[in-house]
């Protein structure tokens, strides 16, 4: 349970993150999504201690931050942007050094090391040095050691940036498993990743929290226009326009030709999907395609976040 | 504090220590600088003591110590791995204590091979034993001041370069005020030699062990071990 209040941080006079709250129950998977520079970064970086808040207050598992960050640190496992790791170190020798820092018990060490080398598939790199490794090694090095204390807390600061699709899915599929358990947070500026693994999705823009919801949510409370596409066989347009025209119900029309093809896009208020088809029926068109397309979390993610 | 914590970050430190080529590098330059300095004098002076090896330490080490600490936490800002450090149920002052004893124990395996140049010397003539053991005493005393400036100047910066630089800077001045006391006001200048490493130092290289250079040396320490603890913290 993390409950965050009135979070503000200023970096000399710019202000970095304005003014946060947000409660996050247990075993909740959160993902924070925003553009670069939101404040997603700094706002991971007060809940873990890393950075201080300028004001505000921060409540993990009971524990007030101001009061004692050390025992907060406990219940967090964290893993920063780009996974920096030292270089200089074995993987093994380094998930070791985290073990007793986060006092493992000695007996119980060499079975956890296993455990997390199995969870996060790093069996084989176990005794190279970890400036060898390869990003996606790197990362998941990085995800073993926040997992390390088997925390109750999870924030992962973009846990997929910079790798290729077949690990994408790799980590995903790692936090998806552990997220059954555990709270988890993390940031991402991939829209679809937030929407496949997060209960709940919060959007920053410029230091300020622009929306707060289930994917779901999200997307029917923005949905104020529907959008119809509809591909004709060569069709002449100005006949198009005419008919579409006179039909009330559309809004907006836009007519494109392409490969013989014409390709048409129609917005309507609400669902118009059967008064459509009835008019290209009447007119005797040769339809070929007609789909209704679905409000995705990128267009919420770009209307919240464009600059006025 | 923790005991128990420092001497992981210790353990970390002193195998990160080890680990790196600059360490070796460090070491041969640290041996040969001295041993040929003090060497090269030793049969002219015609005295069985090690007093030219110890007074050469203070510049010596002005520079090797700066090379062994300006990584310490400069490389750790560079490279973002201070940020899981920071994030560790570890207290800073548990991070500072074990980068410092590691950069401390360093100096001390630098000094080991030193230790035969007593028992050679033992062979040649009569041998004082109290000037050689006051000798590596205010050596290690003096190897902590430095490390500790050394670890201040990198935790000001991200910058290992200038770290170097900043805390060879510091060091130097602290050897050389002394010598420079002939440009001071007379009435300043007890003071300024009284800040100088080199006056305290020698006293210690003596043989003679006074409770004021003890002080002095431990409080240069703290100072800047306590220096690097505001600088970390405020940093956040």
Known sequence: ???????????????????????????????????????????????????????????????????????????????????????????????????????????????RLQELADLCGIRSVMHKPVSTLSKGFKQRVGLALALMDDPSILVLDEPTSGLDPNQIAEIRTIIKEIGQKKTILFSTHILSEAEATCDRVLIMNKGKLVADGTAEILKGDKSDSNITRITLELTN??????????????TGIEISEKNNLTNIVLTTAEDSRVEIYKLIKKEDWLLLEMAQEKKSLEHIFKELTKDE | M?????????????????????????????????????????????????????????????????????????????????????????????IIAGKFLATLFFTLIMLLPTMLYPVFISVLGDLEPGPVIGGYLGTILLASAFSSIGILASSLTKNQIVAFILSAAGCFFLTIISSILVFIPAFLSPLFQYTGVVFHFNNIAKGIIDSRDLIY????????????????????
């Open chain 1, 237 to 250: 347009p100005d006949s198009i326009k005419k008919v579409f025209e006179k039909s009330r119900i559309i």
């Open chain 2, 217 to 236: 040396f431990i409080s240069v320490t703290l100072i800047g071990l306590y220096s690097t603890y505001i600088v970390v913290r405020e940093r956040s």
């Open chain 2, 2 to 94: 923790s005991v128990n914590k420092t001497f992981i970050i210790f353990k970390r430190e002193s195998r990160a220590f080890f680990s790196s080529p600059i360490a070796y590098i460090v070491i041969t330059l640290f041996l040969v600088l001295t041993g040929w300095f003090f060497f090269s004098t030793f049969f002219l002076s015609g005295r069985a003591d090690l007093r030219d090896f110890f007074n050469l330490l203070p510049m010596v080490f002005s520079f090797i110590i700066p090379a062994l600490t300006m990584r310490l936490f400069s490389e750790e800002y560079r490279s973002g791995s201070f940020e899981i450090a920071a994030t560790l149920p570890v207290s800073l002052p548990d």
């Open chain 1, 1 to 111: 349970m993390i409950s965050i209040k009135n979070l503000v941080k200023y970096f000399g006079e710019t202000k970095a993150v304005g003014n946060i709250s947000v409660d996050i129950p247990e075993g909740q998977i959160l993902g924070l999504l925003g553009p670069n520079g939101a404040g997603k970064t700094t706002t991971l970086r007060m809940l873990t201690g890393y950075i201080k808040p300028s004001s505000g207050s921060i409540v993990v598992n009971g524990i007030d931050a101001s009061q004692n960050f050390i025992e907060i640190k406990r219940h967090i496992g964290y893993l920063p942007e780009s996974s920096p790791i030292y270089t200089d170190m074995l993987v093994y020798d380094y998930l070791k050094f985290i073990a007793d820092i986060r006092e493992i018990n000695s007996s119980k060490q060499m079975n």
